[in-house]
Each structure stands twice: as structure tokens, then as C-alpha cells.
């Protein structure tokens, strides 16, 4: 079962995510004949596995209710608390940026963060291109992890029963970002550089809907392909991940508390535009599409539209 949130007149409401339409759960309920008072919440994880509603909202996903089409779709989880990235997580992207990918058991996965409340952005709403660093802005798809139900120390082998479903992110950072070109140079700048790099406005479009555990039992065996104005950059599969979305939860969870909503996005593949100086510019247009999920459309704009 895959889900999405979207805009209506009463507000947002979850629906059913197929590409040939969006169905309203509260729209499916009514067709077959339930009162749709359960299904007219907002918040997606009451419909997503270990919500309240989940059972009925699965058993309603074969609907024959008409489709809509033209709908207005939003990030499918509104206010996670806390998203969490991952920096090199594929050996290829590490060593197509001329770094050397080391052993798992010799390593241990680089977490950061960004802010929800700003850098979250609706599925084919444009991101806007800041005009203080507008040169080097890229892609970078990723596999998003939504989890489900509250983690902390959870050991590998139980981690997946804490999620809720999979999202697609697409983690837009800002290549070369130098604050104050002018500086005195500290040792640590060139890493806060990559690090406020990642953070600007709208630099975390997610969706377009979540796909359920029962959609995706085993989420290192799925297909990833970002197009960008129709060429393909990036081609790959999760099951080429450092870290896998079990060790990830085991790894933050010693360290954070996981709430329901929160994100985990698990870092991207080779194929990244910095590798050829191939920057995003306004009016270009991403497709990252990962298999049993969707495709997540990212357009990019000039700050202020010029």
C-alpha cells in the first residue's frame, strides 16, 4: 500500500497513491459503503503500519472508486521532528569523489541533519536556487525511512519493526558554499562548508507518497534512477549500502531517541553532478524514481524568480 498526503478544500487528507490517480481514503470509505470519519485525519502515520486506522486503510486499498487526477500533492509526512542523512553511504559516490570507501566493520556511518520545518518541500514544488551561493547546486537521490514506533537501542536484527514505511528523498546540496571568501582559514572550515551546504531553504523535497513494510519487506533490493531533464545521472540498487537501513537504526538509536515521523534518509549513489561540474540552474527538472515507491519531481528556480 502506498500512501500520499494532498490538498483539499477541508484541508490535508491522506489518499491511496497509484500513477494512474490519487484516491482520498475518505472518497474509498464512502464507496464502499463506511462511515469516512476514520479516514479524514491528516497525519499520515495513523494509516501507516502500528497507527490506529492502518488495518482499515489496507483493507480498503483495493477500491474501485474512481481515481483523481490533477491533485496537489504535499510531503507525506508534514513535521517529522527530526530528519536524519547520510553522508557517504555508497563505496561509488565515496570514491567518485576521491575518497577511498573502507571496510563496514572498520568505519561507522556519518549522521547529519537538516532542518524539517525549512528545508522540507512538497513533491514539484520548485526549489528555490540561493542567490548567495547560486553555482554549484546539486542531487542527490536517497531512500527515505519513516519510522513508525519510538527506538532507542534497538539492535539490528529488531530495527526494521520500527518503521513505518519508505519515502524518497532527493538530499539538494550546495557544492561549494565558502561564507565569508575573505576569511582567516581554520582547520575545520572546508567540512562546515559541506555541512551549511546542506541546510538552505527547501533543500529536502520528499515524496511523493510512502509505501508501506507490507509493500516493502526488504528494503536493500530496490532500484534507484534520478533523470535529470530526462538523462539519467544516477543508477543503482540499496542493496549497495555501507550501512544498511537495519544498522542505521541501531547505530542513531544508540545515540537518539527515534519518534514516530522521524526521517532517515540513507545517502545516495554515484552519479552526483559535482563529479562532472554539472550544476542544477533554474527551470531544470529531476525525476527520482525508486522501485516500489514513485517518482519524486524536483524543479529548481532562481531565488526570486530572475
Request: charged content about 20%.
Amino acid at each position: 500500500m502506498r500512501l500520499c498526503r494532498i490538498k483539499t478544500p477541508a484541508g490535508p487528507r491522506i489518499a491511496y497513491y497509484e500513477e494512474r490517480g490519487i484516491l482520498p481514503l475518505e472518497e474509498a470509505a464512502r464507496h464502499e459503503g463506511q462511515n469516512p470519519g476514520w479516514a479524514q485525519g491528516s497525519c499520515i502515520l495513523e494509516y501507516l503500519p502500528g497507527g490506529p486506522h492502518y488495518e482499515l486503510a489496507r483493507e480498503l486499498s483495493g477500491s474501485t472508486a474512481p481515481r483523481l487526477q490533477g491533485v496537489e500533492i504535499l510531503v507525506p509526512v508534514s513535521n517529522p521532528k527530526k530528519i536524519f542523512l547520510l553522508a557517504g553511504n555508497y563505496a561509488d559516490h565515496i570514491k567518485e569523489g576521491g575518497g577511498m570507501a573502507v571496510e563496514r566493520a572498520e568505519t561507522f556511518p556519518y549522521v547529519f541533519m537538516k532542518p524539517p520545518s525549512t528545508t522540507l518541500n512538497d513533491p514539484g514544488k520548485p526549489v528555490i536556487i540561493p542567490s548567495v551561493s547560486p553555482g554549484a547546486i546539486d542531487w542527490e537521490l536517497e531512500l527515505g525511512v519513516v519510522i513508525g514506533k519510538k527506538a532507542k537501542y534497538v539492535k539490528e536484527a529488531e530495527a526494521l519493526s520500527h518503521v513505518a514505511g519508505y519515502t524518497i528523498i532527493n538530499d539538494i546540496s550546495n557544492r561549494k558554499f565558502h561564507p565569508n571568501p575573505g576569511r582567516k582559514k581554520r582547520e575545520k572550515d572546508g567540512f562546515f562548508d559541506w555541512l551549511h551546504g546542506k541546510w538552505f531553504d527547501n533543500f529536502c523535497p520528499m515524496g511523493p507518497c510512502v509505501a508501506d513494510t507490507g509493500a516493502i519487506p526488504d528494503p536493500q533490493n530496490l532500484r534507484l534512477e534520478l533523470k535529470l531533464n530526462g538523462e539519467t545521472r544516477q543508477g543503482s540498487n540499496t542493496s549497495k549500502m555501507i550501512f544498511s537501513v537495519a544498522q542505521l537504526i541501531e547505530f542513531i538509536s544508540t545515540m537518539v531517541t527515534l519518534e514516530p515521523g522521524d526521517i532517515i534518509s540513507t545517502g545516495t549513489p554515484s552519479g552526483v553532478g559535482n563529479t562532472t561540474g554539472t550544476y542544477l540552474k533554474p527551470g531544470d527538472q529531476m525525476q527520482g524514481a525508486i522501485e516500489r515507491i514513485g517518482t519524486l519531481t524536483t524543479l529548481m528556480a532562481a531565488e526570486g524568480g530572475k
